[in-house]
């Protein structure tokens, strides 16, 4: 059982099982390599070591009360979802449609960058793809930007390693947890959509980035 498990923690250890539980909740997935912005290189992240560790404490406590804890080594992710479909999160079509864009700039860079799960764009570069796939016809305003970029960030989609969330050339790392959330069978079919090059295709696109909007569990399913 979880708690004799949780018995053997020392008291730090167990203080940190609280801490990493609550990041969980409310940020959805937890990432192996992370940028360290201060010693500007790619680290393994200490919270997922804690996690991977315990990892069958974890996922015995989080499972009495109807979450489930999944692990991908290779991707090097650890996501959390609801059993119940409960704590959805709805991205609105802003959100959804930079997903998208962030998830076909990575599905097109890791065939460039076969030895890494994380691809690095900006937010220039985005926002131009996004343009050229006709998804807008120009740049969203900064403060709805800023939101929907946020908002990623938060669930560990992206994370920024330089500049500010408005500035053109800022730098994203897309991270491998966008597989999980948008995922190949998704990112085939919007391809194709875009590729057939019609309006009807484009109606179909935006449908189709539209059912993403409950992919996301975090801690608040009024987001």
């Given at each position: 059982m979880w708690f004799e498990l949780y018995e053997k923690l020392t008291n730090s250890e167990k203080e940190e099982f609280r801490r990493l539980l609550s990041s969980l909740l409310a940020h959805t997935f937890l990432i192996r390599d992370i940028y360290d912005t201060k010693?500007?290189?790619?680290i393994v992240n200490p919270e997922y070591r804690f996690v991977e560790r315990n990892f069958e404490l974890f996922v015995e406590y989080l499972g009495f009360g109807g979450w489930a804890l999944q692990k991908d080594s290779n991707y090097g992710v650890i996501s959390l979802t609801n059993v119940y479909?409960?704590?959805?999160?709805?991205?609105?079509?802003?959100?959804?449609?930079?997903?998208?864009?962030?998830?076909?700039?990575?599905?097109?860079?890791?065939?460039?960058?076969?030895?890494r799960n994380e691809i690095l764009t900006t937010v220039a570069n985005t926002v131009h793809k996004m343009i050229t796939l006709g998804l807008i016809k120009k740049k969203p305003s900064d403060k709805d930007l800023i939101e929907a970029l946020r908002q990623l960030d938060n669930y560990r989609v992206i994370q920024k390693i330089a500049g500010s969330w408005e500035d053109a050339e800022s730098k994203l790392l897309i991270l491998p947890s966008i597989l999980f959330i948008v995922t190949n069978e998704r990112?085939?079919?919007?391809?194709?959509?875009?590729?057939?090059?019609?309006?009807?295709?484009?109606?179909?696109?935006?449908e189709a980035a539209a059912a993403t909007e409950e992919v996301i569990r975090g801690e608040d399913g009024a987001i």
């Open positions: 010693e500007n290189l790619m479909e409960y704590n959805r999160v709805r991205l609105d079509r802003n959100t959804t449609l930079i997903l998208y864009t962030l998830r076909l700039i990575f599905e097109e860079e890791r065939e460039k960058v076969a030895l990112i085939s079919k919007l391809s194709e959509m875009y590729d057939a090059k019609d309006d009807q295709a484009d109606s179909e696109v935006t």
